[in-house]
């Protein structure tokens, strides 16, 4: 079993910033990717980023340039800088760890999430 803990969330203007971190304990060795979702009301769970334990990174179109996901393999840590926040990208943002089996966008790849962290971006 693999535990994931989001800190990092809250309330921030419209261009300002947040860190999500996630921190992963229990066997995390036994995954390679890890990832971030974001499910806002009345929306479905949508893929934001990914990381694999190689380093391999992709983006969700609406965030390219500017969230920046991160991973530090020691600590078994993820982060997801956000930066120019828009009211867009208010959300529950969930983090997940799995094998990658369906493809890192697909959320069925994920065997591990989080228990959520709320982002608010006031306009």
């Known amino acids: 079993q693999v535990q994931l803990v989001e800190s990092g969330g809250g309330l921030v203007q419209a261009g300002g910033s947040l860190r999500l971190t996630c921190a992963a304990s229990?066997?995390?060795?036994?995954?390679?990717?890890m990832g971030w979702f974001r499910q806002s009301p009345g929306k479905e769970r949508e893929f934001v980023s990914t990381?694999?334990?190689?380093?391999?990174?992709d983006y969700e179109d609406s965030v390219k340039g500017r969230f920046t996901i991160s991973r530090d393999n020691n600590n078994n840590t993820v982060y997801l800088q956000m930066n120019s926040l828009e009211p867009e990208d208010t959300a529950v943002y969930y983090c997940?760890?799995?094998?990658?089996?369906?493809?890192?966008?697909?959320?069925?790849?994920?065997?591990?999430w989080g228990q959520g962290t709320q982002v608010t971006v006031s306009s």
């Open positions: 997940a760890a799995g094998l990658g089996v369906f493809g890192p966008r697909n959320y069925q790849s994920y065997n591990y």
């Open positions: 990381i694999s334990r190689s380093g391999h990174i």
């Open positions: 229990g066997r995390a060795f036994s995954t390679n990717i």
